[in-house]
Each structure stands twice: as C-alpha cells, then as structure tokens.
C-alpha cells in the first residue's frame, strides 16, 4: 500500500452515523492512491525488466592475482602457459577470470581449449573464491572445484579425487559450468555433457572461472563467450527449462479450482461478457465443471455491480473518458466527494488529459489542464504525474519519448482498475476491503512470486530472478 499521507475531508452528509463515512472516505482514499503510485510508477518498468542484467560478466583472465611466477599470460589475457618446470604441488600456474561467474540467471558456463598438453597434462578447470591460494589446483583447497585433466578426476574441496569422467589432452575442448537451479556445477569435453555434481551449501562465494597449469609447456586458451562454444548451452538452458516446466506440469489441479480461478478473475475486472462465454464453455466440458463452495471461492463480493463495472472498464479502455466521469457520477456520487483530493478522480482528469493529447487536440488539452490538473499541482503525490502529463505537449512525438508510457494501453487499465476497485469497495457487503485491489488469482500469483524469491534466497541470492510473463511465456512456446 503507498505510503503517501493525505487530508481527510469533511463529509456533511447523513451517512456520518457511527463514522463509517469518515471510515469509508479514507478507505477509499488509500484505495486510490494504490492505483495513483501504480501511475507514478509506469515510467520506471523499463529499468525494472533490466535488474537483472546488470551484473557484469568475465570477459579475460586476472594477471594482477596469479601466480605468476609459473605461467605467462598472453597479452589478450585468454591465454596461459606454463613456462616452469615443477618441483612440488605448490608450483602450480593459476589463473582465475576478472571477474566472478555472474549468478542472477539460470547458468554460467565458460570453455578452455588445450592447445597444448605439455609434459604431464596437468590441466584444470573449476571455480575458486576470492581467497583460494594461486599456487594450488582447484579443488585442492576449501571452497574450490576443478575437473583435472590428467586423470579425468573431479576435486572439491580437498587433495582427494573422485573418477568423474574422461581425462583430456592437447586438441580437447574442456568447459565448466554454475546450474543454479539445480545447484550443480557440470563440466563437459568436446560439446558434450561430462558430468554434474551438486554444490556444497557451505562453499563460499563469489566464485571465479578458475584455470590451472602445471607442467612445461602445458598451454590454454579460454573462452568467456567471445566465441562460440563448442557445448550447445542454448540447448542446454532450454533443456533445463523444459525440466522445471514439466515438474510444473506433473502437479494436479482439480478442473473446478483452475475454472474457479479464472472465472473469479473474470468477476473480479468486470469482463462479463467474456465470463458468460467462458461459463457456457465450462458447461458444454465432458463432464461439465461447477464450482464447490468447499473450495474457497466467495463470489459474493466480486458479482457486485458487474454490468456496471463492465460498461466503465469499456469506456476508460476506448478513451471515452467524458462518458466513464459522467456515469460514475450518476451511479456513485460518493466517489466525487473531495474531488479536488481523490486519487481517483485525479487520475481520471489525468487520462482525459492524454486521451486530448493522443488525437492531437493540444489546445484543448492546455485548457483542460489548466482548469482540472492545475487543481492538483502542488499536492504531495500528485506533483510527479501532473508534470510527465504536462511534459506530453513538449514533444512532437510525445510516444516516443520518456513520458510516452502514458500514452500505452497500460496507463488505461491502471485508471480503469482504480475505478474498478473503487466500485467495489462500495458494496455494503464487501468483507474485505484490500480484496477490492486484487483478484484470487492474482493473490495465488503473488505468493509464487513470493516462495520463488524465498527459494531463491535460501540458494544465497542465485539463480535468474523470477518474472511471472517469462514463465508464462516459456510454458506456451514449450507447448507450441
């Protein structure tokens, strides 16, 4: 709920019995200002969808924090080689990347290849934390995994190693991988799929790409994805998916609840043409679907007015916003009480206002402002959306510029769920006025969001973050 305080206004009507006027207005009032930041906030989704590329990825080796005196880096800073002949285990030429393996996103994965095997082919591959000692393999050490090429053995953690898979040599392509959903570490020879181990809750992050070499000649080049890879990780992160989508798809769900979701969703937005189609559909299934009161559903509520809020929804959506004002004045009057500090009322001014500019009747527009937004300038919380309103006669293609999500179809539906929710906190009858902001479905949705970030933050933070459109959307092109 937004945190922005607000006047309550007097109301001198005979509806002042016992305070559920004044109880009402601020209700309503908090109702409204949900949908006004919801408005304010339109600007700011563009950088919201980018939060979680930001991280910055490895793109070369590290040549300050390596040990050096046994390798020499080229100066692209992707290639290694050991210039040394090793006396004992702590004569190891290490290297890890300049950067740690990024973990907001569902893998990590980088390759070297060996260009030569040298002497011994004591190559490694693996991930270390920043404090891992550059004179030992990976895996030797706390906090480290390495794939060692000499013997095919994997290391974690200690000098021990356990049979893994194939050793590698001059010629090879060797790569090494962070799957965090599944929290594994995989590794992989010439395009293909090694092994795969589970990672160690108590390793320390942040892990860094890590390469080593340890005996004369031995020579690397890596590969950070400046190139193309020789494994398919696009294939392998769709594989992943389509795992994660089919464990979803495992889980049974009665016909009733998913019909009862969606039809209360319906209600909820008033779409009923829409839900009258969808119940003659449910009814005509084999066998037909009826909903359980057992199961939760209170339809009471949300039935409430609903041609109403239909014929509104319609209004706001087809920018007829002169008609959608004069109806709610006719059938809610209440909802224009203290008009000139109602959140609702403000926002409906707004979308008239941009409804002027979208067909080029900036005069108008001037004029419109001048006597309705001009009411609201100055206000705590309404200042932001009056100026990006005002902003829109500064352009001569106001679409495209930072004010143009005004002009989205989105901006419509956030005004016409404000009016909405306001019709239904008007029900005498209404149980729970914080219903009013979001449907059933919407509520169970929120709280896979929820549990998401929750698994998320048990994994420390790794993994891509969770966007309910892109889950939607792999799930139809699985299905396609």
């Known amino acids: ?71 020499v880096v080229a100066t692209d800073k992707l290639s290694v080689k050991y210039m040394s002949v090793n006396l004992h285990g702590h004569d190891v030429g290490v290297v890890q990347a300049n950067k740690p393996a990024p973990v907001k996103r569902l893998l990590y994965y980088f390759e070297i290849y060996v260009k030569d095997a040298g002497a011994k082919g004591q190559i490694a591959i693996g991930f270390t934390n920043e404090s891992f000692k550059m004179r030992r393999q990976p895996g030797w050490e706390a906090n480290s995994f390495g794939y060692h090429g000499d013997d095919g053995f994997l ?22 991988g962070i799957n965090y959903a599944s929290q594994e570490f995989f590794f992989t020879k010439n395009g293909t799929i090694v092994g795969t181990v589970c990672m160690v809750k108590e390793i320390k992050g942040p892990l860094f790409p890590t390469v080593a070499v340890h005996s004369l000649n031995e020579e690397v080049h890596v590969n950070f994805g400046q190139k193309k890879f020789a494994f398919d990780l696009k294939e392998y992160e769709a594989q992943e998916r389509l795992k994660q989508q089919m464990t979803i798809e495992k889980i049974s769900l009665p016909p009733n609840i998913s019909y009862g979701l969606v039809r209360s969703y319906l209600l ?42 239909k014929t509104l929804r319609q ?45 080029g009747a900036l005069e108008e527009a001037v004029k419109y402002g001048r006597m309705e937004l001009a009411k609201f300038f100055g206000l705590d919380g309404f200042d932001d959306l009056v100026q990006d309103c005002g902003a829109l006669l500064a352009y001569e293609h106001p679409q495209e510029s930072s004010v143009g999500y005004l002009l989205e ?33 919407e509520k169970l949705l929120r709280q896979l969001t929820a549990c998401c970030l929750e698994r998320r933050s048990a994994n420390g933070d790794q993994g891509e973050a969770f966007h309910l459109h892109r889950v939607l959307n792999s799930g139809k092109d699985i299905k396609s």
């Open 315 to 359: 209004l706001i959506r087809n920018g007829e916003i002169d008609a959608a004002i004069s109806k709610l004045r006719e059938w809610y009057p209440r909802l224009f009480r203290c008009e000139e500090k109602s959140a609702t009322c403000f926002l409906l001014h707004c979308q008239k206002f941009i409804e002027l500019v979208r067909v």
């Open 155 to 176: 290391y974690r953690g200690h000098g021990k190693g356990e049979a893994f898979g194939p050793t590698y040599t001059t010629g090879d392509t060797v790569g090494g």
């Open 409 to 441: 179809e989105s901006q419509r539906d956030v005004v016409a769920d404000t009016v909405n929710a306001m019709i239904l906190s008007t029900n005498p009858n209404m149980k729970d006025l914080q219903g009013c902001l979001h449907s059933y479905l």
């Open 268 to 309: 909820h937005y008033g779409y009923e043409d829409t839900l009258n189609s969808f119940d003659l559909a449910s009814k005509s299934t084999v066998p037909p679907i009826y909903i359980a009161k057992e199961n939760g559903f209170d339809e009471q509520d949300i039935v409430y007015a609903l041609n109403q809020r």
């Open 1 to 71: 709920m937004s945190s922005i305080k607000m006047n309550s206004c007097n109301s001198s009507n005979g509806e002042s019995k016992n305070g559920k006027s004044s109880s009402l207005a601020s209700v309503n009032q908090d109702l409204g200002l949900y949908f006004l930041e919801l408005a304010r906030l339109g600007s700011a989704k563009a950088p919201t969808e980018m939060e979680e590329d930001e991280e910055e990825a490895p793109k070369e080796l590290n040549t300050i924090n390596s040990s050096g005196g046994f390798l």
